[in-house]
Every structure is written in structure tokens, then in C-alpha cells.
């Protein structure tokens, strides 16, 4: 009987010593585990930011620091238990040397835990409420904060004579972000601002325009994930806001270059602040869209695709920078401080914060040729995320 | 003030329009039929290719989003639903809930999953003022549109002789049977009703609601309270509901902005409490 069982424990032995053979001849990938909303209500992010990271392996090719890139995607459907799940077996089981996507805030709070406990870096390629860097020490930002979009318009409202703002913004942690820091701005630069919070999920923006309508402000500041956009872009004019005076501002989801041209005219006019456009002027950002469009007939890249891509960037210069090695502190220590070009103009990473400093641009929404694009018009460089900075 | 309550009053009759198809099948065919929801989504997608791949205006497009949920409800009623029939609610559920998830995920793979955009013609567009009530001129194509619907649903099931056959396969489909009466082709027409008028909804409601492949999930608790609340063995029942919720949602979000998207469900309790069989409810055995 014993011997019976040494034997087997010799073949167990001998069936997990080759088992854990496989898994050093599988490391010598570095794996990336990418986890993004590809179905369901925010499908839109996921697809611009797949098709980005699939143009950078592409462009760039899969080897960077000596070591091959594999990227394994998962598809979390906008629902954060599937992505605290998704991130668990890529840690374990994959053994990934990286987290990334991250379409939604929950779905990047719900992961930092596990970025935690098992160092890995976790690189936020979207989701934008300012305090998700501050959940893990791993957590790195390569997309943008609703702050650091929104402050910019609040100063650039204060001095093209508008002095009352109407604020209306979708209630989630993104959405009160925007409209805590542009009130906040604005109020301090001598404006008056009335507020109104709209669920999640509302089919009809009648209710919350009449109130705008009646208040007759100078300027309508809205923030609401960019799907919906549409929806509201067509109920302000149909209210007539528009030739009521009302000018349309806030950061330039509402006007997401994904959906713009299926918004129509009725975008026309609307000023936003963000950090990308798709008609942004330089020679790096022609190269990437013309690119962009040749891989994916149809679709434009907006500002969720360059989070994807400049997210790849950063892990491909951490991996140069550590020649290969994939140990958590190490790359997120290489991480810090790095500094490119990116089709959005210049932008780096804050060492203390791991937040995204980066330029943003005052845009207009305009007709060019017979497509709608934001035409950037005004620059304010290397904002840092206004919340953290104040700390 | 007006001018909320207006809105809330188209707002209302799509909901009457998305909502009525499933009393017509949930109450008079007594089938619990969850899917619903996904009959309006194919209705509005089908508006949406009609005017954006085959140019169709747009007053075109409402009848054709009609005819092909209707059509498609006759054919699936025939190949799937009618064994459901004898089957319990329970299983009815399970059944249809599967079903929608079937058709989100199609239309997610066939039409992807961004919002759908449809431009109105130019009449539709914009607003005029009448006595100070600003009243928008799409919400008031849908009020007429909508409105008529009702007038000739209510005609149609209480005057019609199409109308009291079908009560009474309802009632006792044996006897009815036994009278003379096609129950099986009266089911499956007053299914491909209930179908067509749920895809005209879904094509009336793009401008308001949007459209994407979660459609069916995302307003199926409003139709759901619809047909609770307003009962399912009449018209008018929920009729007066999809307004009275429609205005309750529009003014309540107007009025209350912090609690505004609640008032909908604490009326629907107060509603269910008060009354458990719904607005008009005839009296059950």
C-alpha cells in the first residue's frame, strides 16, 4: 500500500515538474492581459481600444526589450464582477505580466485589489474618474481624468464672457467628477452655476433640458458617456437651446469622434476641452489615423483608441527599460517619469501620481469638408490632474 | 409647466405603443411573454437599415418596422411559441428571457453595438409655441400617431367580430373551438399584432430612447410596469398607465431631480398596493 503510494506520488511528482516546465517555456512571452467591455452597452471603448492595441503590435511589432508580446483579451461586458474575475485568471493562470483596458471605472476599482496583491502593473487605458490611481500603487493612467478635461473649460467659460453655467451630468463617479471640478473652477473665477444629476440609465432628457431652458444660462456645461451623446445633442436643439443662445460646452465626450458624424449638425458650435481629436494637427497623429482607417475600414479612432495605444507604448518603454525583466516594481519603477509623443502631442507620466499629464486642447465642433470633426483651437499644456495636484 | 407635461405625454404614448403589444400577448393570450422587447428593437433596427441602407424616408420606415416584427413574430409564434403555450409561466419566462439574451447578442454581432442614428425629415424637426407651451413637433407626430393607435386597438378588440372571437378563445379556446372559431390562426395574428405594434414603437421611440442591442433589457421594466400596473385584459388600462407613468417619469425628473428617477417605480407600488389587478382590472374568479 505505501509503495503503491510512493509511486504514485513519484508520477505526480514527475506530471508537475513537467507541467511547471511548461510554464518557464511559456514565460518567455511577456503576456498582457487585456480586459475590455467588447460587447454590451460600452462595447464602442472596447473596440477602439482593441483595434488600437492590434495597430501599435502591428506598427511597432511584437518584440520590445528583447521579449515577445502576447496580448490575451477578455471581454468583460461593461460588468465589474467579470472583470475582478477575468483579472484573477490572468494573474494566476496566465501568469500575465500586465493588466490593461479597463473601460469603466468599477471595473478598474474592482481589479486594483489584485493589482496589489500580486504586483502587476495595472494600466488604465480608459476609465477616467480621478481618484481610480489612488486604489493601488500599481495602478498606472494612460487615458485622461474628467477633471483634467473639465477645469480647462471652466477658465476658458470665465473669460469668453459667460457668466451662468447650467450643469448637467450623468450620476456616476465620472460625472460629478466633471461637474464638482468645473463648478468648483467657475464659481472661483466669479460664475454662478445651477446643477442637475441624471440617472444612469434615462431614456428621455426632456425633463432636465426644460429646467435648463427656463433657467436661460449662458452656457449648458454637460458631461454623459459618450454613447448617449447623440441622444442629447438632438433634444437641445429640438428644445431650441441652441437658438435660445444656450452655448454648448463641457469635456469633448459628448462629442466623441466615434459617433460624431452619426449626431448630425446639431453638434455644430458645441465647445469642448479634451485631450484628443481626430483631426488634431500633426504629423504623428495623421500617421495614426491614416493608420487607424486602413485597419479598420469605417470607424474613426477617438480618445479612448489613443488611451489603448499610448497604454501599449508605456508597457513596450518599461520593458526596454528593465531589458526584459517583467517583475512588477520594476516596471511599474520604469513606468514613472516616462515621456513620448503621442498622436495627441506631447504627454508623460507623473512619477508621483502615475497619472497622465498631457495637453488640453479647446475644440469647436465643425463641419470640415463634408464630416463632422472638433477643430482644436486653443492649447493649455501639461495639465496634470487638477485633484491629486491640490493634495 | 406645460410644456413638461407635454412632453410627458409623448413620452408616454411611446411607452403605451412598446407597452400594449405585450398586454395584447401577455393578457389576452395569456402568455408571459418577456421577449417582447426584442420584437421592439427589431422594429427599430429594421427602421433604421430601411432609411440608412435603402434611403427610405422616414414615414416609410414605420410601416415596414411594423410588417417585419409582425411577420417575424408570425413565423417564430409558429415555430417556437406555440408549444410554450400549455407550458407554465414559469417556463414561459425562462423561455422568452433566453430569448432576449439571444437577441441582444445577435444584433450585437449582425449590427454592432453602438447607438443607432436616424435623421427625421425636416418637418418633424424643431418646436413652435403655442399660448407659451413650447411644443416640440416630432413629440407631436407621435401623440397623433400614437393616439389613433389607441382609439382603433380599443375599436378593434371591443366592436370587431375579429375582437370578440378572440375573447373568446381566450376565455375557453375548447369551446370556442368547438364554435367554430380558427383558434390557432386568431393566436398567431393577434401575436403578429402584438409584435408589429411593439416594433412600430421601437422604431417611434429611437428619436426618443435610442437604440442599441440592449434595448430589450434596458425597457423591459417599463413595459413590465406598464402591463402590471394598467392590467392586461383591456386597452384603456394600459393606456392611462403609459401616460400616467410617462407624465410621472417626465415632471417628477423635472420637479425632483435628485429623486426623479424613482417616483416611476414608488407610483408603480403605491398603484400595486391600492389596486393588485391593475388600473381597470376586471373582476378575476
Avoid at chain 1, 60 to 80: Q, T, Y
Avoid at chain 1, 97 to 117: D, K, N, S, Y
Avoid at chain 2, 74 to 79: A, D, G, K, W
Avoid at chain 2, 135 to 150: D, H, N, Q, S, T
Wanted: glycine content about 12%; proline content about 5%.
Amino acid at each position: 500500500m505505501t509503495h503503491r503510494r510512493t509511486v504514485l506520488g513519484g508520477i505526480l511528482g514527475l506530471a508537475l515538474a513537467v507541467s511547471a516546465g511548461g510554464a518557464v517555456l511559456a514565460q518567455d512571452a511577456v503576456k498582457i492581459g487585456l480586459i475590455l467591455p467588447m460587447t454590451g452597452p460600452f462595447a464602442s471603448t472596447g473596440r477602439q481600444i482593441d483595434a488600437a492595441v492590434k495597430l501599435f503590435l502591428a506598427k511597432e511589432g511584437p518584440v520590445h526589450g528583447g521579449r515577445k508580446l502576447e496580448v490575451i483579451l477578455k471581454d468583460d461586458a461593461g460588468n465589474a464582477d467579470a472583470t475582478r474575475r477575468f483579472a484573477q485568471e490572468l494573474v494566476v493562470n496566465d501568469k500575465v505580466a500586465v493588466l490593461a483596458g479597463f473601460g469603466l471605472t468599477p471595473l478598474a476599482m474592482a481589479t486594483a485589489p489584485i493589482a496589489t496583491q500580486a504586483k502587476v502593473p495595472q494600466v488604465v487605458m480608459a476609465a477616467a474618474t480621478a481618484t481610480i490611481t489612488e486604489a493601488s500603487p500599481y495602478i498606472v493612467r494612460t487615458s485622461f481624468t474628467l477633471p483634467q478635461a473639465s477645469e480647462p473649460m471652466a477658465d476658458w467659460a470665465a473669460g469668453n464672457s459667460i457668466k451662468k453655467v447650467f450643469t448637467v451630468v450623468t450620476d456616476y463617479g465620472p460625472g460629478i467628477d466633471a461637474e464638482t471640478s468645473f463648478a468648483a473652477k467657475f464659481k472661483g473665477a466669479g460664475g454662478t452655476v445651477e446643477s442637475v444629476r441624471v440617472p444612469l440609465r434615462n431614456p428621455d432628457f426632456a425633463p432636465f433640458l426644460q429646467r435648463v431652458s427656463e433657467a436661460k444660462p449662458d452656457a449648458l456645461f454637460v458631461f454623459v458617456p459618450s454613447g448617449i451623446g447623440a441622444q442629447f445633442m438632438k433634444q437641445f436643439v429640438e428644445r431650441g437651446l441652441d437658438k435660445a443662445g444656450v452655448k454648448l460646452i463641457g469635456p469633448g465626450d459628448v462629442v466623441d469622434d466615434d459617433i460624431l458624424d452619426g449626431i448630425g449638425d446639431v453638434a455644430i458650435g458645441a465647445i469642448t476641452t479634451h485631450h484628443y481629436s481626430a483631426r488634431h494637427d500633426s504629423p504623428a497623429n495623421k500617421a495614426y489615423v491614416e493608420a487607424f482607417q486602413k485597419a479598420n475600414p469605417g470607424m474613426r479612432p477617438n480618445f479612448m483608441s489613443v488611451g489603448g495605444y499610448d497604454g501599449m507604448r508605456l508597457i513596450t518603454e518599461a520593458l526596454k527599460k528593465t531589458g526584459g525583466d517583467t517583475e512588477g516594481d520594476k516596471l511599474i519603477a520604469a513606468m514613472k517619469g516616462a515621456a513620448w509623443e503621442s498622436p495627441r502631442g506631447p504627454i508623460s507620466i507623473d512619477p508621483d501620481t502615475r497619472d497622465i499629464i498631457q495637453n488640453v486642447y479647446v475644440r469647436k465642433t465643425e463641419k470640415v469638408g463634408s464630416e463632422l470633426y472638433n477643430v482644436e483651437f486653443a492649447t493649455i499644456p501639461n495639465v496634470k490632474d487638477p485633484v491629486k495636484a491640490r493634495k | 409647466m406645460l410644456t413638461i407635461l407635454f412632453d410627458g405625454i409623448a413620452y408616454g404614448m411611446v411607452l403605451f405603443v412598446l407597452g400594449c403589444g405585450l398586454s395584447v400577448t401577455m393578457g389576452l393570450m395569456n402568455f408571459v411573454n418577456l421577449a417582447h422587447g426584442a420584437f421592439a428593437m427589431l422594429g427599430g433596427y429594421v427602421a433604421v437599415a430601411a432609411m440608412q441602407r435603402l434611403g427610405l424616408p422616414f414615414l416609410a420606415s414605420l410601416p415596414l418596422a411594423f410588417l417585419v416584427a409582425a411577420l417575424v413574430g408570425i413565423v417564430l409564434e409558429r415555430l417556437i411559441y406555440r408549444p410554450m403555450y400549455a407550458k407554465s409561466h414559469l417556463d414561459q419566462v425562462m423561455f422568452s428571457i433566453g430569448l432576449v439574451f439571444m437577441a441582444v447578442a445577435g444584433t450585437d454581432w449582425l449590427m454592432g453595438s453602438g447607438q443607432q442614428f436616424i435623421r427625421l425629415p425636416a418637418w418633424l424637426q424643431g418646436r413652435f409655441e403655442i399660448a407659451g407651451i413650447g411644443i416640440g413637433r416630432y413629440r407631436l407626430f407621435v401623440i397623433a400617431v400614437c393616439g389613433l393607435l389607441a382609439v382603433s386597438l380599443q375599436w378593434g378588440f371591443t366592436r370587431t367580430r375579429f375582437g370578440s372571437r378572440l375573447r373568446a378563445s381566450v376565455d375557453d379556446a375548447r369551446v370556442a373551438r368547438g364554435l367554430g372559431i380558427p383558434v390557432t390562426r386568431l393566436f398567431a395574428l393577434t401575436f403578429a399584432l402584438g409584435s408589429g405594434l411593439a416594433g412600430l414603437g421601437g422604431a417611434l421611440g429611437i428619436e426618443l430612447m435610442g437604440l442599441d442591442p440592449t434595448f430589450p433589457l434596458k425597457f423591459m421594466i417599463y413595459f413590465l410596469i406598464v402591463v402590471t400596473v394598467g392590467g392586461t385584459s383591456s386597452i384603456t388600462g394600459p393606456f392611462f398607465a403609459a401616460m400616467l407613468l410617462g407624465v410621472a417619469d417626465v415632471v417628477g425628473k423635472y420637479l425632483v431631480p435628485q429623486v426623479g428617477a424613482f417616483i416611476i417605480y414608488a407610483l408603480m407600488v403605491v398603484l400595486l398596493i391600492t389596486r393588485p389587478h391593475g388600473l381597470f382590472a376586471r373582476a378575476r374568479a
